[in-house]
Structure formats: structure tokens, C-alpha cells
């Protein structure tokens, strides 16, 4: 076989497997669109918070902060200074954009941490995904968190962690061409890959699967956790400080 039939071969693949991911973050979108009644019913029952008002005591204790941390993708984000925190998690939404693009949306009850009730993180790909196929990461934009003065102490630690702590990630805003110098550029690439990992992890691990993660709670042995807790013992061998 020539070298133009294998270039063709290779353009004829290349062209599929575009097509294959533009489906399925299509069937992705949609799916999502059309479930969403459900999962804000699913986070008023589990959590107890419907908007603004607590309409009964959540049955499910910590439920999104559980899920979070038994996810192998998100767990090593929950830091020990996150855990208060995350226990006003009271929903994780998803907001679709143009293209890939996409939002994280994570709302709290009202806690004596921040005074923040929403929390934004934005996901931006290069628009060359719309025909490659393989969306590329181009921006991040994060939330401020308006910490409350008691809590001064903590936001610093947040900080401290940097890539490691889930308030860090929400609040963190990076692009690609921003960094000043090359070492910059480097740990900045590195914590812009990382943030895409934890952003899809969450919206399509964390948010569709919560209930599973939380099953153990109704006596049923979950799906989700059963997979994650397979992953459990070669984590802790990394040597995060979590305690579990």
C-alpha cells in the first residue's frame, strides 16, 4: 500500500473519530438537558434544600462532599480544610456552552465560611475542536470566594495547598499564553490539564452518578463505589494528608 493510501487512511480516521466525539458530548448535553428535573429533585431529597429554604432534614448526610470524595477522579481534590465546607454542598449543576464549552455550578446552603451561595467554574476549549473533534483546553475562569473574617485563616491555607484544595480549583483562573516565563508556563500548563481533568471528572463522574456513590446509605452496594473503593489502597499509597 502507498503512502497516499495510508495519509488517506489516516484522514478517513481522524474524521471518524471527530465525529465520534462530537456525538457523544452531544448525546452528552442532551441527556443532561433532558434529566434535569430530576436531578434537582434528586439534590432537594437527598440534600434537604430546596433554593434558599431547608424543607427537611437531609437523610442523606454529606451527600455531594461523599461523592466527591469517593470519585478516583475528584478525591484527592477534598483536602481536610474542604471538608467543613463541602458540607453545604448542597447541588452540583452543569451548564452548557457553545461547542465543548461548559459550566460547573456548585450552590451552597447558607455556612459560616463564605458568603458565596453559587460558585462558577468555567471551561473554555479551542473552537479547532468543532472539526479535529478533540476539544484542546484554552481558559479557566474561576469564582472569587468572598470568605467570611472568621475564616481569613483558612482561605490562606486554601491557597497554601494551591492545585490540591477544591477551593483553590473553583476559584482559579488560568489560559493558555498568559505565563510570564517558562517555568511559569510549565506549572501553569500543568494546573490547566489538571483543572480539565477535575472539571470533566466531575461533570461526568461526580454529577450523573451521586446516588450511586451514596448507596451504602439505603443498603445497597453501588456500582460507582464498588469500582472506586477497588482504587482505594493504591491511592493511599500516594500519600495524600486525607483523613478517611
Keep these: 500500500m502507498t503512502t497516499p493510501d495510508l495519509k488517506a487512511l489516516y484522514d478517513k480516521e481522524s474524521e471518524l473519530n471527530a465525529q465520534w466525539e462530537r456525538d457523544i458530548h452531544e448525546a452528552r448535553k442532551k441527556y443532561y438537558e433532558h434529566n434535569q428535573a430530576f436531578y434537582q429533585r434528586r439534590a432537594e431529597l437527598a440534600t434537604g434544600w430546596s433554593g434558599d429554604t431547608q424543607t427537611h432534614h437531609a437523610p442523606i448526610a454529606d451527600f455531594w462532599l461523599t461523592a466527591l470524595r469517593k470519585e478516583h477522579g475528584t478525591r484527592k481534590l477534598v483536602t481536610k480544610p474542604d471538608l467543613g465546607p463541602l458540607k453545604s454542598l448542597i447541588d452540583i449543576r452543569i451548564e452548557w456552552l457553545e461547542g465543548f464549552d461548559y459550566v460547573l455550578m456548585f ?66 483562573s488560568l489560559a493558555y499564553g498568559d505565563a510570564q516565563t517558562a517555568e511559569e508556563d510549565t506549572v501553569e500548563d500543568a494546573r490547566m490539564v489538571e483543572d480539565f481533568e477535575m472539571g470533566e471528572a466531575i461533570r461526568d463522574c461526580v454529577q450523573p452518578y451521586a446516588m450511586d456513590f451514596n448507596s451504602k446509605v439505603f443498603g445497597v452496594e453501588g456500582n460507582r463505589e464498588s469500582e472506586e473503593e477497588e482504587n482505594a489502597d493504591e491511592d493511599e499509597e500516594e500519600g495524600d494528608d486525607m483523613d478517611w
Excluded at 114 to 140: C, D, H, Q, W
Design 107 to 172: 450552590h451552597f446552603a447558607p455556612n459560616e465560611y463564605f458568603t458565596n451561595r453559587v460558585m462558577r467554574k468555567e471551561f473554555y476549549y479551542e473552537k479547532t475542536a468543532a472539526s479535529t473533534g478533540e476539544p484542546s483546553p484554552l481558559e479557566i475562569r474561576g469564582d472569587r470566594i468572598h470568605w467570611k473574617k472568621n475564616h481569613i485563616l483558612q482561605a490562606e491555607c486554601h491557597a497554601r495547598i494551591g492545585t490540591r484544595s477544591f477551593f483553590a480549583f473553583v476559584s482559579r
